[in-house]
């Protein structure tokens, strides 16, 4: 066993930030994580959110005339724009007078012309897992396209599909989520990067419908990298209610009959109750007074490597 010190930023009403250390083994560096939330938000770690937001706020005060560019990359659920296009809607009508800008193109490229807008870019694949983007992010031509495109915010939305795939563990999803956190920070610096959990998913049972067993873990493994690696992490399977949430949906209209996907109404149910976080958010970080920060580092939040000050 070999103890490790990691500086564990709690986020908490005006932002308190503590030290807490934990040990972990050599050969399971994740397995010991602690993964603390802010108990009046349902975003976890949301000070990885402040470079979106500063350029949230800046677009607001009109002092940024380029636009505002959020890309998701997921699997069907983003792929319908629904809950995407739920959210871009918020947003423009909040932020950019009603006016719609609607960017679905797998490659798109940022041009003068774009003007003042607020752009969400979906990015989805039918049936695509995490490490899917694994893969893409290996690539420097990816990685090249994503630095083009200057996004203020990434979005990481899988867990769906591979939530029933037995071919990973906690530490392994972790692991890989970690390393392609730090990939798309290397292409993106600027950006901030939110991993967005997956619902609820139900199969079908012995005549009835129950939650698939391991989305516990595979969401816990999730808000461990986003942890680790300076992300912010929102959970659409808390939000909607946890185990057995589906069901309610679907019984509801609002979840269809697969127990997998939602309606368009789910779909726009879901995406205002994420919204409603992120925007309560943004306001109450931008009531945070500069000196109510004093003496906390964010880079660490952030995921950059500090080295502490020796002392004389």
């Given amino acids: 066993m070999l103890l490790k010190t990691a500086f564990l930023l709690i986020t908490a009403g005006a932002s308190v930030y503590v030290p807490i250390l934990f040990s972990a083994q050599m050969d399971h560096p994740f397995s010991s994580a602690i993964v603390l939330r802010d108990e009046s938000s349902g975003l976890i770690n949301e000070a990885a959110l402040d470079s979106f937001f500063r350029q949230l706020a800046a677009y607001e005060s009109h002092n940024r005339v380029r636009p505002i560019r959020i890309v998701q990359y997921g699997d069907s659920h983003t792929k319908a724009d629904l809950f ?56 420097s031509g990816f990685l090249e396209g994503v630095s083009h495109s200057r996004p203020d915010l990434i979005v990481i939305a899988y867990g769906t599909n591979e939530v029933t795939d037995l071919d990973w563990t906690v530490d392994s999803y972790a692991r890989m989520l970690t390393g392609i956190i730090g990939r798309l920070k290397s292409a993106a610096p600027d950006a901030s990067i939110l991993i967005i959990g997956p619902p609820d998913r139900s199969v079908a049972g012995s005549g009835d419908w129950t939650s698939v067993r391991r989305m516990p873990l595979l969401l816990e493994a999730q808000k461990r990298a986003a942890f680790l690696a300076g992300a912010a992490f929102w959970s659409e399977y808390d939000a909607m209610g946890g185990a057995g949430s589906m069901n309610a949906w679907v019984t509801r209209g609002l979840g269809r009959f697969d127990h997998v996907h939602f309606t368009a109404s789910g779909y726009d149910k879901l995406a205002g ?38 002392s004389n």
Avoid: C, W
């Avoid at 976080?277 to 939040?301: C, F, H, Q, W």
């Fill in 84 to 139: 995407t296009g739920a959210v871009r809607k918020r947003l423009q009508r909040d932020f950019d007078g009603g006016v719609s800008h609607l960017v679905k193109t797998a490659s798109y490229k940022s041009s003068a012309n774009d003007g003042r807008s607020v752009l969400y870019q979906p990015m989805g694949v039918n049936g695509a897992r995490a490490k899917r983007l694994n893969e893409m992010s290996e690539s």
């Fill in 273 to 310: 109750l994420f919204y409603g976080e992120l925007i309560k958010a943004y306001r109450n970080g931008r009531t945070v007074t500069p000196a109510s920060r004093k003496g906390v580092d964010l880079r660490v939040m952030r995921g950059v490597p500090v080295t502490p000050k020796k």
